[in-house]
């Protein structure tokens, strides 16, 4: 069943694979990859940042003395308020991202989480602190879903990849900062010590809000609401370095064009539409089971609840605690950086089906040190499991950090994409919030099972290699006009092709003595 459909020649592809100048050459596109960071890339930041926040200030005492010592599904809910919040907003994300843009749906999601965060950084009871992560909640996934579209649907062909999984990266960013910010704040002998790490929150979305209006507006969005002259100026700024008279811009344009086109065709840009077709079924399944796989593979468990973790192992300094887990954020920057360089080299099953993998095994050996530390009183078993938690990390990067976004942005066409992420984004913080609230009931060895919970992540694990090698297709070297038709009929691609071919063919009857001009300047340049 892996299937998705047989790989054309395709024109737009090729011609951005055959550009030999590299981007930080090109001034309007360096231009535009620089301003992505601030303006987008840091929205992962803020997923990140909560994640260390929350494990970060269990180590405080002051945090701990505030909320009453926290236990159970009171220390669960206080933790999965933000992925709950998520759940609550994520129906309403196209009306917005599809209506007025992807840059107002990153500014009202940006607005929202700097109100939570206040309220969170002045809360005065448990019960606000709740309220504050779920107006965060709330807005973060309008962010991802329009940040993440924007990145993709701006990016030249070329590095795209690159740059959709650059985008998961920042995470780490944010789970440092807020690990380091912690650490240092947890000296502070007031409730300060939790309460600036929690103000800190907002940073991220302060400068999206700032500066997310310097970006242009996504081309498939103005195409798709019939501004034409827009797009065009946004691709041959960005894509041509000013060159209204290239060819690749023009070739883009009609690919674009054509693909929406037919998107809207065949589409009522309804949620009905997730489920009207056998190829539109498969990506709702593989967009829900991603967001499932990308929460519940273990890594909530490392980024949520490491103390206990730790505790059950026998290291209890909270200082070795903070220590350890900043170490870990860093490891985990160092590993998501460079499978995201490396995107471009491997095919993303590959990927995705050596870090599944890994991951399990990881998990097996991990959940047998475990038990030779905790059962057998093993030092060296502790010890090993410091290094599997650490392995992890790798392990988890190279599949689910390097390519969640970059695969989610492949398979649902531009006419579903928001729909399709705000589905991913649903499952993920549904998977996210359960896994918050089990955790902690789980890990317990006195109300728990302690560490013999790691063994139902082992079984989990395996279930996900098998559903990923089975249902995950190969989406790597085709555009994203390409992949619009990855389950469909040939028909509808060669009729993008056909348009493309149709512009140059045009192009090159209009223009002869241009063009041979324009051939011969450029052998000269070589």
């Excluded at 499932?292 to 490491?306: A, E, F, K, T, W």
């Excluded at 505790?311 to 985990?332: E, S, V």
């Excluded at 010890?383 to 988890?396: D, G």
Aim: with cysteine; hydrophobic share 45%; charged share 15%.
């Amino acid at each position: 069943m892996v299937g998705g459909g047989v790989q054309a020649d395709n024109i737009v592809h090729r011609m951005a694979m055959e550009d030999r100048i590299p981007w930080y050459k090109k001034n309007n596109l360096r231009y535009l990859y620089f301003m992505l960071f601030p303006c987008l890339m840091g929205i992962e930041m803020t997923s990140g940042f909560d994640s260390q926040i929350i494990n970060a200030v269990q180590l405080v005492p002051a945090w701990s003395d505030y909320f009453g010592h926290p236990t159970g599904g009171y220390k669960g809910i206080l933790a999965s308020a933000l992925p709950l919040g998520a759940v609550v907003g994520l129906p309403f994300i196209p009306l917005l991202n599809d209506n007025l843009g992807r840059r107002w749906c990153v500014m009202f999601g940006s607005v929202v989480m700097i109100i939570g965060s206040l309220i969170q950084g002045f809360a005065q009871n448990g019960a606000m602190y709740i309220v504050s992560r779920l107006i965060i909640g709330f807005g973060l996934p309008y962010a991802i879903v329009a940040g993440s579209s924007l990145i993709g649907e701006l990016a030249y062909p070329k590095e795209r990849a690159i740059l959709t999984s650059l985008f998961n990266a920042a995470y780490f960013v944010g789970a440092i900062v807020a690990s380091a910010a912690t650490y240092g704040t947890q000296q502070i002998p007031s409730d300060w010590s939790w309460r600036v790490p929690s103000l800190l929150q907002m940073s991220p979305s302060l400068l999206q809000v700032a500066l997310v209006m310097f970006l242009p507006e996504s081309p498939r969005f103005l195409i798709s609401k019939e501004r034409y002259e827009e797009a065009f100026k946004v691709l041959y700024t960005f894509h041509a370095e000013g060159d209204v008279d290239s060819e690749f811009a023009k070739a883009e344009m009609a690919e674009i064009k054509t693909t929406i086109a037919i998107e809207l065709e065949h589409s009522k840009k309804s949620w009905m539409d997730m489920i009207n077709t056998p190829g539109n079924r498969r990506r709702v399944i593989i967009g829900s089971l991603l967001g499932v796989m990308s929460q519940l593979s273990g890594n909530v468990v490392i980024s949520y609840y490491l103390g206990d973790i730790l505790n059950l192992i026998g290291f209890t300094d909270p200082d070795f605690q903070a220590k350890y887990n900043i170490g870990n954020q860093c490891l985990g920057l160092v590993c998501a950086v460079l499978t995201a360089l490396l995107v471009m080299k491997f095919k993303r099953r590959t990927m995705f089906l050596t870090s599944i993998f890994s991951i399990l095994i990881i998990y097996v050996a991990w959940t047998i040190s475990s038990a030779q530390a905790i059962v057998a009183g093993s030092q060296a078993a502790g010890k090993l499991c410091l290094f599997w938690i650490y392995i992890y990390q790798p392990a988890y990067n190279i599949g689910f950090n390097a390519l969640t976004y970059t695969y989610l942005v492949e398979i649902f066409p531009y006419a579903m994409r928001a729909r399709g992420i705000s589905i991913f984004q649903f499952f993920g913080k549904a998977a996210q919030f359960f896994g918050t609230n089990v955790n902690p009931v789980g890990l317990d060895p006195v109300s728990g099972i302690g560490w013999k919970f790691l063994i139902v992540y082992c079984c989990w694990i395996a279930i996900e290699a098998f559903l990923m090698w089975w249902l995950w297709p190969e989406t790597s070297n085709r555009t994203l006009e390409e992949l619009a038709f990855l389950f469909e009929d040939e028909n509808r691609a060669n009729a993008a092709t056909e348009a493309v071919e149709k512009e140059i063919h045009n192009d090159d009857a209009k223009h002869p003595e241009e063009i041979n001009a324009s051939e011969t300047h450029s052998k000269e340049m070589v």
